[in-house]
């Protein structure tokens, strides 16, 4: 088996719940911004729909759960490592050897986790027909359940 070139190391001490938002617009800001109340209130109406506004543009938003068994992580990038390959994989990385006989490995550290996904839109709520997010997110676990399940003959054979 070879190895990884990408990793996820989550820490079992980070139960921390986030709160993720998809917006349909960009921010350029990557950082904190404290008080958030000045530039994001969102209010919740009876119905469980979401409202707020962004530069005076009104925004309705759902809140979207992830299924039973799945999870979402935050993650931040970690350092990248370099190892040296193993042997097993020596005659697949011959071509690699002109950069010191390393492979760097990109990691990233779980850093929260959550289970809900506010997805916003301009006007109107979003729905999986119109909204890329919302229907990639549905194609991608359809996906993930039919490449992880057995075919229902051969798991009553076993």
């Avoid at 919740?44 to 530069?55: C, L, M, P, V, W």
């Avoid at 809140?63 to 490592?81: F, H, I, M, R, T």
């Avoid at 916003?120 to 992880?148: C, K, V």
């Amino acid at each position: 088996m070879s190895n990884p070139i990408f990793t996820v190391e989550s820490q079992e001490s980070f139960q921390q719940e986030a709160q993720v938002h998809l917006l349909p617009c960009r921010i350029h800001h990557d950082g904190n911004v404290n008080p958030t109340d000045a530039y994001w209130n969102p209010s919740e109406s009876q119905d469980q729909t979401k409202t707020a506004y962004i530069r005076g543009r009104k925004l309705h938003g759902k809140a979207v759960k992830l299924p039973e068994g799945y999870y979402g992580s935050v993650v931040k990038k970690s350092e990248l490592k370099r190892e040296k390959p193993r042997d097993e994989m020596v005659e697949d990385v011959e071509a690699i050897e002109e950069s010191d006989d390393q492979l760097e490995k990109g990691a990233m550290q779980g850093i929260a986790s959550f289970n809900e996904v506010v997805i916003w839109g301009h006007e109107a709520l979003a729905n999986s027909t119109e909204d890329p997010y919302l229907r990639g997110m549905e194609e991608w676990m359809s996906f993930a359940e039919q490449i992880h399940s057995y075919p229902a003959d051969k798991a009553s054979e076993k």
